[in-house]
């Protein structure tokens, strides 16, 4: 629950700064594939963390019904974006219903996968390469946590100011030389600002953090379909869903993909597999691979 709620909106704050600043700008393309873009990215993270857990296939050794619960909920957010470029152009003032469907919908998702956590009807059997998450000493309830939550609050600010310049850097480059919006937010913004998910997530793998770490990707995916409920309250054009292209549906589809696989890699669970890692992760990589030449070509 720390990867999946905490630790996934407090990465994502640079993300979510960039897809607001864009949406304002008038800028949906930018707005919408920038978040898209990062889940397609984050997911392709996971598999590079895969590289860095030799032990096993990381998606083996961190079985969690939690986190195949989140991909369940990830694969139905990302499914309403093309129910609603499909449906006619309804808004009240000037917001989709869709995007207060994906708040909803998140919401319940946030609250049942507690409720699974403590009242589980299914648990995956555990293997000499199941690898709980413990932590590594017991937790001083009498040290104040004051500094430790202004710390955390601290740094969310860093993020959130960072993710506002990087918004006026890619303004500028789509202005000054001529690129595709669809393409900065996929592929340049929505992989810097999704640097805090890969660091978190290679630091809580070498930690032994493993169901922390794909916890953490799939929450942070989960929260940034919530940039398009943002983007589309700060686009005051329309709805944001139609005001996109094909290009920024592909990354939709792209993420969708890559969230399938790795739900069916966390259900299967290989221990071994090509190049030391898990036919999942090979397959999400080969996908980004392919959406980006797809794209660039």
């Known amino acids: 629950m720390i990867g999946g709620v905490l630790l996934g909106a407090a ?66 957010l990302l499914s309403v974006p093309f129910v609603a470029y499909s449906a006619p152009s309804f808004t009240i003032f000037a917001i989709h219903p869709a995007s207060i469907l994906l708040v909803v919908v998140y919401a319940i998702g946030v609250i049942a996968t507690a409720r699974l956590r403590k009242q589980p009807m299914w648990e995956p059997v555990d293997t000499n390469d199941t690898r709980p998450d413990t932590p590594e000493d017991e937790d001083d ?99 944001v869903y139609h005001a996109i292209g094909r290009d920024d549906l592909f990354w939709l589809g792209v993420a969708a993909m890559m969230t399938a696989v790795l739900l069916l890699g966390l259900l299967y669970r290989e221990r071994r597999g090509p190049g030391r890692i898990g036919a999942e992760s090979a397959t999400m990589l080969a996908i980004y691979a392919g959406g980006i030449a797809v794209q660039a070509f």
């Open 11 to 76: 990465t994502s704050v640079s993300g979510t700064v960039v897809s607001l600043t864009s949406a304002l700008s008038g800028n949906a393309s930018l707005a919408f594939s920038n978040g898209i873009g990062g889940i397609a990215a984050q997911t392709a993270f996971l598999a590079i963390a895969d590289m860095l857990y030799r032990r096993a296939n990381l998606e083996h050794a961190a079985a969690e019904l939690a986190n195949m619960f989140q991909c369940g909920i990830l694969l139905l």
């Open 141 to 239: 309830r009498s040290q104040p946590a004051r500094g430790l939550i202004l710390q955390f609050v601290l740094l969310m600010l860093i993020m959130g100011s960072a993710g506002w310049c990087i918004a006026q850097l890619a303004q500028v480059l789509i202005t000054r030389y001529e690129l595709s919006s669809s393409m900065v937010g996929a592929l340049m913004t929505a992989v810097v600002t999704s640097f805090p998910e890969l660091v978190t997530t290679l630091a809580a793998v070498r930690r032994g953090a493993l169901q922390l770490a794909v916890g953490g990707i799939i929450g942070g995916n989960t929260f940034d379909i919530l940039f398009l409920t943002l983007s589309d309250i700060g686009f005051r054009d329309g709805s």
